[in-house]
């Protein structure tokens, strides 16, 4: 079982830590995705291994017409379709083995919160979940790599204790004012009058 003191690391390292392209791809997702370190981005990348090496040992076993296979594979999709990692209808286990870690880490909390317009930026929203500014339906919550499921995803908001509630903190009038200039900017310059012609 081993000492409580030290808890079993829950991701695993690249076997080779010095590829180049490897460690460009690291660093585009995590400044997309506002991830903290390197560590954060690897267990989502060990979530998404289990998923798959589950998928794969199912699929064999399928093969050898088990029983019990089929009754696993139901409840691994229906966890990953709870999860919104998977899309509602009928998945299958090759759908399983097509998602890909982007598809993980869109279900973290800074991301969704981010999403939903509650924050500038995923930085930004890791910060408030932080100081608790935020919550998932009835309770707090302070991890930023959270994975929200599909039917908590209406119920995250500002905490009612926050001062973020107000419509006037700094942070939501920021937020109103780079969304306003970033419509005027979609929407192009304004039409120009043309001058009126010489008689």
């Not at 930004?124 to 908590?152: C, F, N, W």
């Amino acid at each position: 079982m081993g000492d409580p003191k030290f808890v079993r690391r829950s991701y695993d390292k690249p076997k080779h830590p010095w590829e180049a392209t490897r460690m460009e791809e690291e660093r585009k997702l995590l400044a997309k995705y506002g991830l903290k370190n390197k560590r954060e981005l690897w267990k989502a990348q060990s979530i998404l291994r289990g998923f798959r090496r589950q998928a794969r040992d199912l699929q064999a076993r399928l093969r050898a017409a088990e029983p019990q296979a089929q009754r696993e594979t139901t409840l691994l999709l229906d966890r990953l379709v709870r999860l919104g990692v998977l899309s509602v209808g009928s998945p299958t286990n090759d759908d399983v083995l097509a998602l890909t870690t982007e598809e993980i880490l869109r279900r973290r909390l800074e991301w969704i919160v981010a999403a939903k317009g509650l924050a500038p930026t995923p930085r930004g929203a890791r910060q408030i979940i932080v100081h608790g500014h935020i919550t998932v339906g009835d309770h707090r919550v302070t991890r930023p790599g959270y994975l929200v499921k599909s039917a908590e995803e209406t119920g995250i908001a500002y905490d009612p204790s926050s001062p973020l509630v107000s419509e006037d903190h700094p942070i939501r009038v920021a937020m109103r004012e780079r969304e306003a200039a970033r419509e005027a900017s979609r929407a192009g310059p304004a039409p120009t009058e043309a001058p009126p012609e010489a008689p």
